[in-house]
């Protein structure tokens, strides 16, 4: 089978802007991931075509992309999930500096992402064994603890576009986690952090980032929870 992908390109050494290179590929089945695709377009076509991948199992979420105007990860979408008897289109994920075709910069993504103290923090002394947390206290965490922080829902947000400052769905994800965590001991520190006008309040729950989710969390309802935990700290 014959399929055509077409690649934004860009090399800021040498191009002044973007733009879209075609490659016809061929002996390729609809069993097949994007990320076998472009192994094979890399290996065998062009190989300057620079993109991220590491696990190549929906594990690192380092292979975000856009494909056919959508966020998702390479290595988790077949052929046959997308409408690929036309130009399947792959670009890099929008609203982030572009270093070379499908690699962006995403120290923004950290950096917002570690404004949210993503750990747990403890301030009484150690216990002589582990930090014990009840079956249904763990059980809360665990769709908030699936994020593999491939940034597929920040960079979906039109939130972000519109003000760059916005912490974002991911950032605001890992708040939640360790926020309602039985463990941690500065709950009340991290809800100060997300309680600002960049913060939580800029989320106007239009859905984006749980559409972009290849995780499937439910982004937008663990957002409402740290919402509704400052507004009862109000009350
Ligand atoms: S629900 Fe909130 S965080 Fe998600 S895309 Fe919309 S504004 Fe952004
Ligand atoms: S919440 Fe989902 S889309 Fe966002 S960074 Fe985590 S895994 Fe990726
Ligand atoms: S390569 Fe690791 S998530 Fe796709």
Redesign the pocket.
Known sequence: MQVTFRIQKYNPETDTTPYYKEFVVDGVDETWRVLDVLEKIKGSMDGTLTYRRSCAHGVC?SDGMRINGRNRLACSILLKDLNYRNVVTLEPLPSMPVIKDLVVDLSDFYKKYELVKPYLITKTNPPEAERLQSNEDAEKLFESAK????????TSCPSLWTNENYLG??AL?KAYRFTFDTRDEAPEERLDIVDTQDGIWRCHTIFN?IE????E?N?TWHISQLKKALVNREI
Do not use: D, H
């Open positions: 979420g994020c593999i922080l491939c940034a597929c829902c920040s769905p991911a994800l980032c972009a989710c290849p995780k969390i982004i």
